[in-house]
């Protein structure tokens, strides 16, 4: 991505932040998984937002005093033993050229220099971000620091900056928008490769292992757990355990995305596995996929989640009938148990609005399901679409769905 999207996003930041105030966002670090080993770093998609790198131990520094904004960025000191033993650390020319930051700092001093700032600025606010917790969630970067201020500064004005970044971030550029779509293009290209191998006898950890390979060779990696789940495994939305052999005659939902420069794309297709639907899978499967465009037909900017949600709930009420699953509206429940989607960009399940009201340019899925636990069936389709003014942009559009193309390609 261009360095300018970057320098623009932390200039929209600041206009949004109050005068005399400080903010602060740390790009993480990874947890410990084992005594000599950690797991896989991603970084903070805030501080990647506003800066357009993904390394661990830094921290970005926005200072608005008397209306006059700077910028630091504090990065690990250089350190030849390190670059032995784990990789090469990225140097302050590199930093400055991917983030458009100009003051690169050491990240030893950051506490030093940070205190010796507010010290001669009397900043009022300090901005450090904060979602929703646990009650027994370990402590962050953000909360230490919070903690070490309170303690020090009293009456400094510890303030949330989610509020901002929400606004920011659910509106997605065209350039945000085009690293969707790669990501698209990768899942849509590693589920041909899987529905070319599906077949039974096949384990579901075998299908998740088909689609990663293919992800793996794009220099790509899932945006999230894969869910590969069949025959009655399929009534569970977050599963994945991944351990059935699947048998002639099962459907099998598949739950999965990728990544590209750290935005997600979040599909979910089903799939007969020897390749033919019955006609009861089909008869089910038409009924989701129509409900998709029950969804998108509602959406539009202005309109509320809550709106979308009631009218698919009142065409499964109509169409579950038919199925001669249900007798009475209030039955819906029992087989759709979810939401018609949720927003996506730099997480998959991206910043909601307070309103939880749909606006223009954001990117939310579309994602109907029918679980049918006593025939063993759950399906669900999913696509990701752009809010636009004028319309619905399907930007996975080419990910084939039918039953007919479906059955054609496998």
Same mark, same amino acid.
């Given at each position: 991505?261009?360095?300018?999207?970057?320098?623009?996003?932390?200039?929209?930041?600041?206009?949004?932040?109050?005068?005399?105030?400080?903010?602060?966002? *740390?790009?993480?670090?990874?947890?410990?998984?084992?005594?000599?080993?950690?797991?896989?770093?991603?970084?903070?998609?805030?501080?990647?937002?506003?800066?357009?790198?993904?390394?661990?131990?830094?921290?970005? @520094?926005?200072?608005?005093?008397?209306?006059?904004?700077?910028?630091?960025?504090?990065?690990?000191?250089?350190?030849?033993?390190?670059?032995?033993?784990?990789?090469?650390?990225?140097?302050?020319?590199?930093?400055?050229?991917?983030?458009?930051?100009?003051?690169?700092?050491?990240?030893?001093?950051?506490?030093?220099?940070?205190?010796?700032?507010?010290?001669? !600025?009397?900043?009022?606010?300090?901005?450090?971000?904060?979602?929703?917790?646990?009650?027994?969630?370990?402590?962050?970067?953000?909360?230490?620091?919070? !903690?070490?201020?309170?303690?020090?500064?009293?009456?400094?004005?510890?303030?949330?900056?989610?509020?901002?970044?929400?606004?920011?971030?659910?509106?997605?550029?065209?350039?945000?928008?085009?690293?969707?779509?790669?990501?698209?293009?990768?899942?849509?290209?590693?589920?041909?490769? $899987?529905?070319?191998?599906? %077949?039974?006898?096949?384990?579901?950890?075998?299908?998740?292992?088909?689609?990663?390979?293919?992800?793996?060779?794009?220099?790509?990696?899932?945006?999230?757990?894969?869910?590969?789940?069949?025959?009655? !495994?399929? $009534?569970? @939305?977050?599963?994945?355990?991944?351990?059935?052999?699947?048998?002639?005659?099962?459907?099998?939902?598949?739950?999965?995305?990728?990544?590209?420069?750290?935005?997600?794309?979040?599909?979910?297709?089903?799939?007969?596995?020897?390749?033919? *639907?019955?006609?009861?899978?089909?008869?089910?499967?038409?009924? $989701?996929?129509?409900?998709?465009?029950?969804?998108?037909?509602?959406?539009?900017?202005?309109?509320?989640?809550?709106?979308?949600? !009631?009218?698919?709930?009142?065409?499964?009420? =109509?169409?579950?009938?038919?199925? %001669?699953?249900?007798?009475?509206?209030?039955?819906?429940?029992?087989? *759709?148990?979810?939401?018609?989607?949720?927003?996506?960009?730099?997480?998959?399940?991206?910043?909601?609005?307070?309103?939880?009201?749909?606006?223009?340019?954001?990117?939310?899925?579309?994602?109907?399901?029918?679980?049918?636990?006593?025939?063993?069936?759950?399906?669900?389709?999913?696509?990701?679409?752009? $809010?636009?003014?004028?319309?619905?942009?399907?930007?996975?559009?080419?990910?084939? =769905?039918?039953?007919?193309?479906?059955?054609?390609?496998?």
């Amino acid at each position: 991505m261009k360095t300018s999207f970057f320098i623009n996003n932390r200039a929209k930041f600041a206009e949004n932040m109050e005068d005399y105030s400080l903010a602060i966002f *740390f790009s993480g670090r990874a947890p410990r998984e084992t005594a000599d080993q950690y797991y896989e770093f991603s970084v903070d998609r805030n501080f990647y937002y506003l800066t357009g790198i993904s390394r661990e131990n830094m921290v970005l @520094l926005i200072s608005k005093i008397s209306g006059k904004i700077t910028e630091t960025l504090y990065i690990p000191a250089l350190d030849e033993h390190f670059e032995k033993w784990y990789g090469i650390l990225m140097r302050k020319e590199e930093a400055a050229e991917v983030s458009g930051i100009k003051s690169i700092r050491n990240r030893n001093d950051f506490i030093d220099e940070l205190f010796q700032g507010i010290n001669s !600025n009397r900043p009022d606010n300090l901005y450090i971000y904060s979602y929703l917790t646990d009650p027994d969630e370990p402590s962050d970067s953000y909360r230490n620091l919070a !903690n070490l201020l309170r303690k020090n500064y009293p009456a400094l004005n510890i303030k949330n900056s989610l509020d901002i970044m929400v606004e920011l971030r659910s509106s997605k550029s065209e350039e945000e928008v085009e690293e969707i779509k790669k990501a698209i293009t990768y899942t849509k290209e590693a589920l041909e490769f $899987v529905m070319k191998n599906l %077949k039974p006898g096949m384990y579901e950890y075998q299908v998740r292992a088909n689609f990663e390979y293919q992800l793996m060779l794009k220099n790509s990696k899932p945006s999230f757990q894969t869910i590969a789940a069949s025959s009655e !495994n399929a $009534v569970i @939305l977050h599963y994945v355990d991944l351990q059935r052999r699947m048998e002639d005659g099962d459907l099998i939902l598949l739950d999965l995305g990728a990544l590209s420069n750290n935005y997600a794309s979040d599909i979910t297709r089903t799939y007969p596995v020897n390749g033919k *639907f019955t006609q009861r899978q089909k008869d089910i499967y038409n009924v $989701v996929l129509e409900a998709q465009e029950v969804i998108i037909s509602a959406m539009h900017p202005g309109a509320l989640e809550a709106d979308v949600n !009631n009218k698919v709930k009142d065409y499964f009420a =109509k169409e579950l009938k038919k199925l %001669k699953l249900i007798k009475d509206d209030s039955e819906v429940s029992k087989y *759709f148990y979810h939401s018609f989607g949720h927003p996506l960009g730099l997480d998959v399940h991206d910043y909601r609005r307070r309103d939880k009201t749909i606006q223009e340019n954001n990117v939310y899925t579309v994602e109907p399901g029918l679980y049918i636990k006593e025939e063993g069936i759950g399906i669900r389709i999913e696509d990701d679409v752009w $809010v636009k003014k004028d319309g619905i942009i399907n930007l996975s559009k080419d990910i084939i =769905k039918t039953v007919n193309d479906i059955e054609n390609f496998m």
